[in-house]
């Protein structure tokens, strides 16, 4: 095939995954449209059988790793993790709408880092809402954080999200120095989202949707699922561990996941077909079949624009232009292609530069829908409950954010290079 037919192919093919990905018309898997993309791309030349099997290699431990992550994220909804942290949320908030959000922040920032952003959207935010019924308050200000907080929290751990995994192999870093980067960053911006939180949603917090004054929750305090708390901390510890030894995190991931599973068929809590569910295969074959069709369209042109676009160096200034460009490409393509074009890209540029990247594509998809599969399916999650998420507040609300936050955080990367 020539070059500019198989460009268009490429693109053509990616923009159609995309497309769907973020429509998904009646329910169905995104797989549904990037599987076939990823063979009519080698079919007719788009890419080479090779190049091909190469990139399902490289991403084969990364999907691994987010199988086992959703699995254990689940069985911790079945031991009632979340339960009780909605629980917890409502009985430290005593009544106050502000005091809510608060705590919404650092739990979510909190599972968002420890058992990925999907836990926070798919069983927190639910969790969320039933809260804020329960205390007679608005929800709006606490389930936008879920949203900003499954994209902005992820920046901590390498385990926190897929483009983390991406950006964590290619960077060289062992488990905990890659932490301890990217612990200020995380600091940083969080914090900034909560100040402009505060200041943006002034009006939905001080009393509840009828004026009247919140009644706080007296009820039983909630109980810890220990046994769940005790593995997803051996869990991280597996993954400090196996860092240490060269040993793909995926593995630890599964441990973890396996003696989940292990207790709860044991009390007959999940069947084994609900424990794969949780597993979302299709979504693990969109993601494989994605990032082939990506490397597709990088094989085919995309790669040398965005060579001469991407700055060389780990100074601040080229660290600040290397994540805009990250934030600008995840609005315009999503932030897992992104993250697939610009990590082999920033690579030869050092730590420092792939490190920048990340901050782009986490933090950057906050300004649209179409930033990251998260904010998808955040919005989805959102409309099954009936409340208006509207593309206006949702897009100033992220105009407000993302600049001040990701300048912020990468300027907080830069002394974190210096530093540490």
Not at 349 to 366: C, F, K, M, Q, S
Request: neutral net charge; glycine residues 8%; proline residues 6%.
């Amino acid at each position: 095939m020539n070059a500019p037919l198989a460009e268009t192919l490429s693109v053509s093919l990616l923009v159609a995954s995309l497309a769907w990905a973020v429509l998904r018309p009646a329910g169905r898997s995104e797989a549904f449209v990037a599987v076939p993309a990823a063979v009519v791309a080698v079919g007719l030349g788009a890419i080479s059988p090779g190049h091909a099997l190469e990139e399902a290699e490289r991403l084969g431990p990364v999907i691994g790793f987010l199988a086992a992550v959703l699995v254990l994220a689940h069985l911790c909804d079945v031991e009632g993790l979340f339960t009780a942290c909605g629980a917890w949320m409502a009985r430290w908030a005593a009544g106050r709408p502000r005091r809510l959000l608060t705590a919404v922040f650092v739990l979510a920032s909190v599972v968002t880092a420890v058992l990925s952003l999907d836990a926070t959207v798919v069983l927190l935010t639910p969790v969320v809402f039933a809260t804020a019924a329960r205390m007679g308050v608005r929800s709006k200000p606490h389930v936008y954080a879920c949203a900003h907080l499954s994209n902005t929290a992820s920046l901590l751990l390498p385990v926190s999200n897929l483009t983390n995994l991406l950006a964590f192999t290619a960077s060289g870093l062992s488990f905990t120095r890659f932490a301890a980067l990217m612990a200020l960053p995380w600091l940083v911006a969080v914090g900034l989202e909560y100040a402009v939180f505060r200041r943006f949603f002034a009006d939905d917090l001080p009393a509840g949707p009828s004026g009247a004054e919140p009644v706080p929750d007296t009820g039983p305090p909630p109980a810890l699922p220990l046994f769940a708390l005790v593995t997803v901390g051996c869990t991280l510890a597996g993954f400090v561990v196996a860092s240490a030894l060269g040993i793909e995190p995926a593995w630890a991931a599964l441990a973890g996941a396996l003696v989940m599973a292990g207790r709860a068929l044991a009390r007959r809590r999940v069947t084994p077909v609900a424990v794969v569910r949780s597993a979302a295969p299709g979504f693990l074959a969109f993601v494989l079949a994605l990032g082939i069709v990506v490397r597709a369209v990088v094989d085919n042109g995309l790669a040398d624009a965005l060579r001469h676009a991407l700055p060389d160096g780990s100074g601040l200034l080229a660290l600040l232009g290397a994540a805009a460009l990250a934030a600008v490409l995840a609005n315009l393509i999503n932030n897992l292609p992104a993250v697939l074009v610009l990590v082999p890209l920033a690579a030869p540029a050092g730590t420092g530069a792939v490190l920048a990247v990340l901050l782009g594509v986490n933090i950057g998809p906050n300004l649209t829908y179409a930033g990251s599969l998260a904010t998808l399916l955040w919005r989805r999650v959102v409309q099954e409950r009936a409340e208006h998420v509207g593309v206006g507040e949702f897009t100033r609300l992220g105009l407000l954010t993302v600049p001040v936050t990701l300048g912020a955080a990468v300027v907080a990367l830069w002394v974190s290079l210096q530093v540490v």
